[in-house]
């Protein structure tokens, strides 16, 4: 069943010399239960789809539906209460410096009306799921770029979201600590079942874990499948030039491993 449908979205921004076209009659599904990436080189258009999920941007045309729900014709008390179930993890993490951890993933909770006692008892549960419970008085200077992140996501899960969208949440991080933030994701998946959509542009994210993956290229949908058959048999030429651009990496990887 499809929590996020797209239909015929186009979004325009208004600019002095020329219009910008950041996507062109997109038509995507994304099933419940999934993690899905949405992958393409830079200004392919992936962070304006994203932010059009939740409607941080608005379509110039189309429809949004959450479970058949048009974003678009909600009041906007219902789609602040729409928002409440649809996280969103971003790359520079967007944590409040003055707070320390504890309070930061308190936060959402105390705009949603959740008492203080309660808020903080849920927030040291959410600081136990992503491995920070140590970390609880810090503030987020004195924390690793993949422990901010980390601490991004419990309080994303403050929100008992259903959907979490992430605008590359790893490309600020190393391949280690982006392989745990990965492996925490496809655990929160699990066992939570939340629908996770990833935007990247690393071919190896995609591959490590999500089922499929939609490619963009310059705002247009290239391509859409299972991740395997799209890495084994790309049909578009933005699929082709992405594995091309990994096979180099791996290949510059190697040689420098070498000397």
Excluded: W
Aim: proline content about 2%; charged content about 25%.
């Amino acid at each position: 069943m499809s929590i996020i449908e797209l239909k015929n979205v186009s979004k325009t921004f208004d600019a002095k010399k020329s219009n910008i076209h950041a996507l062109s009659n997109i038509d995507l599904c994304v099933e419940e239960g999934e993690i899905f990436g949405v992958i393409g080189l830079s200004g392919a258009g992936k962070s304006t789809l994203v932010r059009c999920m939740n409607l941080l941007e608005k379509p110039t045309d189309g429809e949004i539906l959450i479970d058949g729900k048009n974003l678009l014709k909600l009041s906007n008390r219902e789609l602040r209460l729409m928002r409440r179930e649809i996280g969103m993890i971003f790359q520079h993490f967007n944590l409040l410096m003055q707070r320390n951890v504890l309070d930061n993933v308190c936060f959402p909770m105390e705009i949603a009306g959740v008492s203080k006692a309660e808020a903080r008892k849920r927030a040291k549960q959410y600081l136990d799921i992503v491995g920070l419970s140590d970390k609880a008085k810090a503030y987020p200077v004195q924390l690793s770029g993949g422990q901010k992140q980390r601490v991004a996501i419990a309080r994303t899960l403050a929100s008992n979201p259903r959907i979490i969208l992430c605008d590359e949440a790893t490309s600020a991080l190393d391949p280690q600590t982006t392989g745990t933030i990965l492996n925490l994701l496809k655990q929160i998946n699990k066992e939570y079942q939340i629908t996770v959509v990833v935007i990247t542009h690393e071919m190896r994210v995609v591959e490590e874990i999500c089922d499929r993956v939609a490619v963009l290229d310059h705002g247009v949908l290239a391509e859409v499948g299972d991740v395997k058959e799209v890495f084994k048999a790309p049909k578009s030429n933005a699929a082709k030039a992405l594995l091309l651009e990994r096979k180099i990496k791996q290949l510059e990887g190697d040689v420098a491993n070498d000397i």
